[in-house]
Every structure is written in structure tokens, then in C-alpha cells.
């Protein structure tokens, strides 16, 4: 009888217990290895998310989050060389493989997503739009821009949050489009517009590394829409597609974990079983990917885990001195959550 029961117990076990299939690289892997380097798309620079510096050297929070991905794939966080592109070009970039992944500070939208023939794979930044005014306008809400000229770029959400906010709230406006992002915001520091809609982020940076005085400007209080910022890569690759969202998962987990970059190596001692498992210390986190087990323990090596990242590009120790708000994690008030790593 008991005989019959660990029969039983052991083939139920071993339906539930799948065998884990070994992924084909796919194409994107197997074109970056080829190549020896993951080509990113980043913006033409927005402070703490992607700037080059003045050696040349990109940094931000997308830029890391590229650096991740090469160091999960290539081994060597360095191996990246990044392609600025401008909202317009960012898509098409992307669709005829110019770039390999899209981490730009683009907002996560359903026609985005579904249209255009790109996957998004997370959110990296949770950010919201929102109107830079010169202090001098003496607004303090903007509901108060009736009139107003407005700075916008075109191929963004902002073109048409802008038309959506102004028209819901029956108030009057002109917009002033430029697409280049230097231009357009040398027009809006000289005056030729009132305000400037932007990811809130966006307009921090601007402000902190742009404005002739940062102090003479100030962020209206509202925020006119979510905008949900993540990395995008094409949707013919799931396997590609898989990678980039662990990637950014292993990031978060990695916080979770109190892993970090200063203790990466020390926490391979950990006890810990999801410790253990995203460092590569038990075997299994790479086969499915078509990776090898130390793929998410070189990622926190080489940029760190989220909050590293945070701190070190858009924290209070930078110019931005951007607090985390909702981009802190789940059990600490904000919606970073990382499904598990098993
Ligand atoms: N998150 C928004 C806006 C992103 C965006 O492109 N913002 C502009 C600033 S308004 C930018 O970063 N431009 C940089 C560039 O053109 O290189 C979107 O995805 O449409």
C-alpha cells in the first residue's frame, strides 16, 4: 500500500517537474556574438538616462541597463557601442536592425507595443509628463497655460498628450515643434516658447544640465499621464526578448536580494536559495536562455544592482538628485517587483 503511494507521489512528481529545454541562442545572440558587441540605442542625450560625456563615455540609466544585457550575453559589461537616435528615428532604428535593443527613454504604449513590431520587456522607469515653465511666468498649475507656446518634439507621446490635455481641459495653445532635442531646447531657454512638456525625468535633466540659471525654472506640480519608460526589442526573437526582460528583472531581484555590487562575491556564499540560483552558484539559470549559469551574477558585476544604478545616474548624490518614489520596490511603497528567478 505505502509501496503504491510513493509510486504514485513519484510520477506526479515527475509530470510537474518538466525537463527545462535547452533554448537556441536565436538569431540576436548569435548576430551580437558574431559581432563581439551589443549595439544600443540610446537618445542624443538626457542626463542620467544617456549622455556622453565629454570623453565620450556614455552613462545613464538606459546606458547600464545595455551594459547589463552585454555582460548577461557577451560577458564584458563594455562591449556595447551605442547609437544615439533622435524620437523620430528610434523605431525604424530598431525594426531594420540598426540597433539591437531601444533603451531611449520611450514611453510603454499599447500601439507601440502591438503596432509596430517591437516587444517592450519591462519597465525600467516609472516616470510621468509633465510642463517646465520659467519661474518669471509666474504659473504654479497648469491649468493656468491657456495661450501658451508650447515646446514639443516631434514622434513622441508628448505631441500627443499635449493636444489630449490642452483640448480636455478647453484651454488654447500653440505648438512650437522642433525635432532636434538641442535645438529645441536652446529655443525653449531663449524664450521662443513658454513651456516645455517632457517625461518628468527628462525635464530634470534638462534643466539641471541645460538651463542658463536651473533655479529661474520650475516643474509644474502635475503629471498629465503615466509614462511608463522601458527597453524595447524586436518581436521576432522571444529568445532575445527573453533575456532583456531577466535581464531587467535580475536588476530588481538583485536589490531585493540585497545584492549589490560592492558584495556580489561574498553573496555567493549566501544561503540563500534565489541567491544562489541568480548568482549561478546552483546550476540551471542559464539553460533556458541558451546562457550560462553566471549570466545575472556578471550583470550585477558589472553595473550593480537597481538602486546602484539609481544612485550612481539619477539619485541625490548627481545633479538630478531625483528621489525614487515609484521606483522603489514593491515592499518599499513602489511598484519595482521581480517575478522569481526559478
Ligand atoms: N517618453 C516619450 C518622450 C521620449 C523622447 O524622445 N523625449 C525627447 C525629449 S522631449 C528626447 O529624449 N529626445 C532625445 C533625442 O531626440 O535625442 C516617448 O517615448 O515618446
Known amino acids: 500500500m505505502f509501496e503504491t503511494v510513493r509510486r504514485i507521489g513519484l510520477a506526479v512528481a515527475a509530470t510537474l517537474s518538466l525537463p527545462i529545454a535547452q533554448a537556441m541562442a536565436g538569431p540576436t545572440v548569435d548576430a551580437i556574438k558574431a559581432r563581439g558587441e551589443l549595439v544600443c540605442g540610446v537618445s542624443q542625450g538626457s542626463?542620467?538616462?544617456?549622455?556622453?560625456?565629454?570623453?565620450?563615455?556614455?552613462?545613464?540609466?538606459?546606458?547600464?541597463?545595455?551594459?547589463?544585457?552585454?555582460?548577461?550575453?557577451?560577458?564584458?559589461?563594455?562591449?556595447?557601442?551605442?547609437?544615439?537616435?533622435?524620437?523620430?528615428?528610434?523605431?525604424?532604428?530598431?525594426?531594420?536592425?540598426?540597433?539591437?535593443?531601444?533603451?531611449?527613454?520611450?514611453?510603454?504604449?499599447?500601439?507601440?507595443?502591438?503596432?509596430?513590431?517591437?516587444?517592450?520587456?519591462?519597465?525600467?522607469?516609472?516616470?510621468?509628463?509633465?510642463?517646465?515653465?520659467?519661474?518669471?511666468?509666474?504659473?504654479?498649475?497648469?491649468?493656468?497655460?491657456?495661450?501658451?507656446?508650447?515646446?514639443?518634439?516631434?514622434?513622441?507621446?508628448?505631441?500627443?498628450?499635449?493636444v489630449d490635455y490642452f483640448k480636455s481641459n478647453k484651454l488654447a495653445f500653440r505648438p512650437v515643434v522642433i525635432e532636434n532635442l538641442v535645438e529645441l531646447e536652446q529655443a525653449f531657454y531663449a524664450g521662443r516658447c513658454d513651456v516645455y512638456l517632457s517625461d518628468a525625468s527628462t525635464l530634470s535633466a534638462s534643466r539641471a544640465a541645460r538651463a542658463p540659471k536651473p533655479d529661474d525654472f520650475v516643474i509644474l506640480p502635475e503629471r498629465i499621464t503615466k509614462s511608463p519608460l522601458g527597453p524595447a526589442v524586436r518581436q521576432d526573437d522571444p529568445n532575445f526578448a527573453a533575456i532583456a526582460r531577466w535581464t531587467l528583472n535580475a536588476l530588481v531581484a538583485a536589490e531585493e536580494l540585497g545584492i549589490t555590487q560592492a558584495n556580489v562575491e561574498e553573496q555567493r556564499k549566501s544561503p540563500q536559495a534565489e541567491t544562489r540560483r541568480l548568482l549561478g552558484v546552483e546550476p540551471g539559470l542559464g539553460k533556458p536562455f541558451g546562457l550560462d549559469d553566471a549570466w545575472a551574477y556578471r550583470v550585477i558585476r558589472a553595473v550593480g544592482n537597481y538602486a546602484d544604478i539609481w544612485n550612481r545616474n539619477l539619485g541625490p548624490q548627481t545633479p538630478l538628485g531625483l528621489a525614487r518614489e515609484q521606483n522603489r520596490l514593491w515592499n518599499e511603497g513602489g511598484l519595482l517587483y521581480s517575478p522569481p528567478f526559478q
Open 47 to 162: 542626463a542620467g538616462l544617456s549622455l556622453a560625456g565629454g570623453n565620450g563615455r556614455w552613462a545613464g540609466l538606459d546606458v547600464d541597463y545595455c551594459r547589463a544585457l552585454a555582460a548577461a550575453i557577451l560577458g564584458d559589461g563594455e562591449k556595447v557601442r551605442f547609437t544615439p537616435l533622435s524620437s523620430q528615428q528610434r523605431f525604424t532604428a530598431l525594426q531594420s536592425k540598426e540597433v539591437d535593443v531601444l533603451s531611449r527613454n520611450t514611453t510603454i504604449t499599447s500601439s507601440r507595443d502591438a503596432g509596430l513590431g517591437v516587444t517592450f520587456v519591462g519597465t525600467i522607469f516609472y516616470d510621468g509628463q509633465g510642463f517646465l515653465v520659467p519661474k518669471k511666468l509666474g504659473v504654479k498649475s497648469a491649468k493656468e497655460l491657456d495661450g501658451a507656446q508650447v515646446c514639443v518634439q516631434p514622434g513622441t507621446v508628448n505631441e500627443q498628450n499635449l
